[in-house]
């Protein structure tokens, strides 16, 4: 182990074992405790505390802040986003092109695979600007080379057996001559361009001349030079660059990475920067209630829209508006499958063409039964929303539905299905696709009508009294306590039911409860991993100018933006999050992010911690950076555990004939952020 690396371990291993026992055993203190009015915070404990629950984190200087304009204000205005200047965030945003783009021009922009495959099956044709003709070459040898050799392998594999030397080593010579043609090729490209001589030389270019050089190289050479640009050589090279440049070099290497990460960028500058801290909370919130799945294969260009256009415009409205624009994305559509699903007895199943004879064949398929399998992907009648929709999104696993209902809402929502991606990818209602009939969801009759069956049903289910229930319980559990009282569950349910669902209004009667304000539950949560990273960069003042280093980061401590395959989401409570292994992973990323050892992120301590000069001496130091990170809310057990650790030169950085060396602020705020108390909210 390197000597470093072995100090730090050492280093380490006390804290976690402290900070484990002492995280677990506050957890279990919490749990039965009772939330009463008769013991609530004083004026700052609720600064900290607003800021804890309603936003990413306190960065410096917000609590005094607060406590200024006063927190039922500050709560007011935060209620009202629209209100609210978030200019500056959008300047760091700019560059992200894709996050302003309509999904057609998502697609036309970054094509996906599917849009390629398309154009070499002579379906689309290539665009006639340069610059995206070029994106698609590129793309398009890349889906050539890679139908090639599936087709060579699979050749390899349906070879009969030799059956004399001759043809075996006839059979061998092909495959080595095709191998070695496949392998020049490839060789030739790295000889041009790994040497990095055709980089440096472009270098000095204007970046205007600089990408018309790129544009005018063969498509085999476009496509090595993009895949030789990574990392630091990458951050060079573009330095200069403007944002649709940097992005169009970027796409001849892997356009659908483009959008992932510009995604994935803004919602951690949004997490991070927004003003509006409580919408983009809620935004979360709800993505998490209605997840769908980045790495589903179209989802890649959907899910942009679904999160700017539905989930974050609805976090704060009526909860059937917000049902409703979910059960239209396109995104949920195809993340759980409903665009496929076909009624059993409608026109499809039945093989009616738009100018069929509808009649004739519907008495056809009385008489001979329903056909179940339409033509292509679109194979019958499909569960996975109507079931998702019930059991997640509405009334809940316990609110009293049966599989019959699950069946019936899937007949329902037959037809609500996605146009092409070349005209929008965007929702819409095939009747030829819907079931016909009668239909009934959870005893209420629903008559023939279409679209509007689904209309109907998402109103039942909006306003049905399990629903209220279940989705309070869930903000309770993620503003208030893993496990929020019955008595604050029942009020704010009330609200909602007698609000129409008014999702604000649920969250005002949250907020002026006494249960919020109870002193049992100030710093009671322990923080999401993605709760935790931004926490830790607005408390240090961090300067982002590359996520994805975060993104990373979050992808190591087990919650990947976007990532969650199953439609449950992430878990909001302790349990899920807290273990020895994942404490140390956060402690890991607290040292680094605080030694500035993260790529894109800046921590400057004397900005952050409101002080032109630290201490010298390491007691003070630790006392500046508890009140600064903490707010002082530093138990006697993890102040005396870290102090004990600044005798060591890895922390201090003092000789022993060296005691005024100024010691290592970055690593003791590392530990501090580290530390228990800075794992709860």
Known sequence: MHPKRRQLAVLLIPLLLGFTVFVQLALGNKKDKQYSSASQMDAQKRAVHALNRLTFGPRPGDVERVMTMGVDKWIDEQLRPEKIDDSALDARLSPFRSLRMHTDEIVENFPPRQLIKAIEDGKQSMPSDPVKRAVYEAQLLRYQEKQEKKATKQLAANAPPANNPGEQNSDAGTKTTMTTADDEQARMREDRFNNNALIDELMHL???????????????????????????????????????????????????????????????????????????????????????????????????????????????????????????????????????????????????????????????????????????????????????????????????????????????????????????????????????????????????NGQKEGFEVLHILAHH??????????????????????????????????????????????????????????????????EFVVSALRASGAEVTDAMTLARQLQNLGMPLYGMQPPTGYSMKADTWVNSSALLGRMNFALALTAGKLKGVQVSPEHAFGTAAMPVDPMQTLALLETSLLDGDVSKQTHDTIAARLEDPTIAQRKLDDPVHPPNVGAIAGLILGSPEFQKR
Request: with cysteine.
């Open 465 to 530: 009294p399990a629903t209220a229930k279940f989705v309070c319980t869930k903000l309770a559990m993620r503003f208030v306590s893993d496990n929020p009282p019955p008595q604050l569950v029942d009020r704010m349910t009330q609200t909602f039911l007698k609000k129409d669902g008014d999702i604000r209004e649920v969250l005002r009667t949250m907020l002026r409860s006494p249960e919020f304000w109870s002193q049992d539950s100030y710093r009671a949560k322990v923080k999401t991993p993605l």
């Open 206 to 448: 204007p970046p205007d001349q600089r990408m018309k050089e790129i544009i005018q190289m063969s498509a085999a050479n476009r496509l090595a030079f993009s895949s030789s640009l990574k990392g630091d050589k990458r951050d060079k090279f573009t330095e200069e660059m403007s944002p649709e440049q940097r992005e169009t070099l970027m796409a001849l290497n892997n356009p659908e990475q483009v959008v992932d990460e510009e995604l994935v960028q803004g919602k951690l500058l949004r997490a991070t920067y927004s003003a509006r801290q409580l919408q983009d909370v809620m935004t979360d919130f709800w993505f998490n209630h209605f997840n769908v799945f980045l790495g589903k294969d179209a989802d890649r260009f959907l899910v942009t829209s679904y999160e700017r256009d539905v989930i974050r415009p609805h976090a704060m409205g009526k909860f059937e508006d917000l049902l409703v624009a979910t059960a239209e994305s396109p995104a949920m559509l195809y993340y759980l499958d409903n665009w496929l699903s076909v009624g059993p007895n409608s026109d499809v199943a039945n093989g009616i063409g738009k100018r069929g004879n509808k009649g004739a064949a519907r008495k056809r398929a009385r008489q001979n039964g329903p056909v179940r399998q339409a033509k292509g992907k679109r194979n019958g009648l499909n569960e996975n929303y109507g079931r998702e929709l019930m059991e997640l999104h509405t009334v809940g696993v316990n609110g009293g539905y049966t599989q019959n209902d699950v069946t019936e809402v899937a007949r329902v929502l037959t037809g609500w299905t996605i146009k092409q991606p070349k005209d929008g990818a965007a929702f819409k209602f095939d009747e030829r696709m819907h079931e016909p009939g009668e239909k009934t969801v959870l005893g209420h009759h629903i008559k023939a």
